[in-house]
């Protein structure tokens, strides 16, 4: 095929400002026909596909990005590993920082970029010393069970405490470009103190239930001190190139309805007043695994994401959420270890219940370590390929069979 060029140049298109100050701001299209060749569609973003996506904007196809997209399950990672044994060195480098969160953009170009870091890269600066050893995970080395050790509980300064996160999301920004948005991550309050009062991962949260519902106001006070730094810390990522940011509350679930009210949901509702005081329009995803029981509960938090795990159907799910609320999900993991086929269907299915409004493509929960690499790359192949009915709530008929 021989080389054309298009006679559509970026000064012809409508000027645009960046998200999010011009709400008016569009994805422009240009199609080059040469013969009976079309080329791939070149799309000229003001905004990056999920920021349009989040707010409602008209899209082509729903946005794509895997939770832990970058890590074990990556034969370029394993090297790192190899080099870099230990998990606080790989994910406090800003080099290492940003070249394991550039991996699988340079492989499969989600249309979001996750910082590699971890939800307890604050507690240090919080005067919480912890390390995250392979084969055991988290390991709060002095683990909090009094008043008193709440007391020594210093106020986060991310400036101080782990300005290499600022300066890889800054970094971040630049490598990608405005091709996909750049995306932080924090820890909500009650997952970070399950950490911080267990003394690392727990099978029954016995210890902070016990604080719970025998000194709920060491708890409290506890819950307090992290959801003030948790909310300096997103505003952190967001002016050093967060574009979004994720808050994960993997242990909330543990937690009955009346207890999620108590010790959760005020936390993280206070985090994004917090944040949406000084940063209205950054767009905040909710993630809780295992949240079907919570799932009403989950959108008082004022988050303008609510990320679903794959035990809740994506129907039933946009039913209960309502329309205001973008979603986030929510295909089963395992069903990276299917064929192709099945992945396919696996994710037309859930695009189709989703609608083509305010969603983002993603899986249910993060990678499973050993899910084969190529199809991930399969995933994301098929999930860019997609495009909705201009006129319908649908996917194209010849895409979605």
């Known amino acids: 095929m021989g080389s054309f060029s298009c006679p559509l140049s970026l000064s012809s298109l409508p000027k645009t400002a960046g998200f999010p100050s011009c709400p008016s701001s569009r994805i422009h299209f240009v199609r080059c026909i040469a013969g009976e060749v079309v080329a791939e569609p070149s799309i000229i973003r003001a905004v990056p596909l999920l920021l349009n996506a989040v707010r409602g904007e008209k899209v082509e196809r729903p946005p794509v990005w895997l939770m832990r997209q970058a890590g074990r399950y990556m034969k370029s990672y394993q090297k790192i590993c190899e080099r870099y044994p230990s998990f606080r060195e790989r994910s406090e480098n800003v080099d290492l920082v940003v070249e394991i969160s550039l991996q699988p953009w340079k492989v499969f170009k989600p249309d979001g970029v996750i910082l590699f ?234 695009v189709r219940k989703a609608g083509r409004d305010k969603h983002i493509l993603n899986l249910g929960h993060g990678i499973v370590v050993g899910t084969p690499e190529e199809n991930v790359a399969h995933f994301f192949e098929v999930a860019k390929n997609l495009r909705y009915d201009g006129n319908r709530s649908s996917l194209l008929d010849d895409l979605s069979t």
Not at 121 to 145: A, E, N, Q
Not at 227 to 244: F, H, R
Not at 323 to 348: C, M, W, Y
Request: with cysteine.
């Open 117 to 350: 870091s971890d939800i307890l890269t604050p507690l240090s600066g919080m005067k919480i010393p912890f390390d995250i050893l392979k084969g055991k995970g988290p390991v709060i080395h002095d683990p909090i069970r009094t008043a008193s050790d709440v007391d020594q509980v210093t106020e986060f300064v991310p400036e101080e405490s782990v300005p290499y996160v600022g300066k890889s999301l800054t970094i971040l920004r630049e490598e990608v470009k405005g091709e996909a948005a750049v995306l932080g991550f924090v820890g909500a309050p009650f997952t970070l103190a399950s950490y911080v009062v267990e003394g690392g991962s727990s099978k029954h949260f016995s210890k902070i239930k016990s604080m719970a519902f025998s000194q709920p106001n060491v708890l409290h006070a506890l819950l307090q001190k992290l959801a003030y730094s948790m909310s300096t810390y997103i505003k952190y990522q967001a002016d050093n190139g967060a574009q979004a940011v994720q808050i994960f509350d993997s242990w909330a679930t543990e937690l009955s309805p009346v207890d999620f009210e108590e010790f959760s949901l005020p936390y993280i509702k206070q985090i994004v007043d917090s944040v949406k005081k000084t940063h209205p329009h950054l767009p905040l995803i909710l993630y809780a695994s295992g949240s079907s029981g919570l799932l009403e509960r989950l959108c008082l938090t004022g988050v303008d994401v609510v990320s679903l795990d794959w035990t809740v159907d994506m129907a039933e799910g946009r039913r209960r959420l309502g329309s205001d609320v973008a979603v986030q999900g929510n295909v089963d993991p395992g069903a990276l270890f299917g064929s192709k086929e099945f992945i396919t269907k696996r994710i037309h299915d859930t």
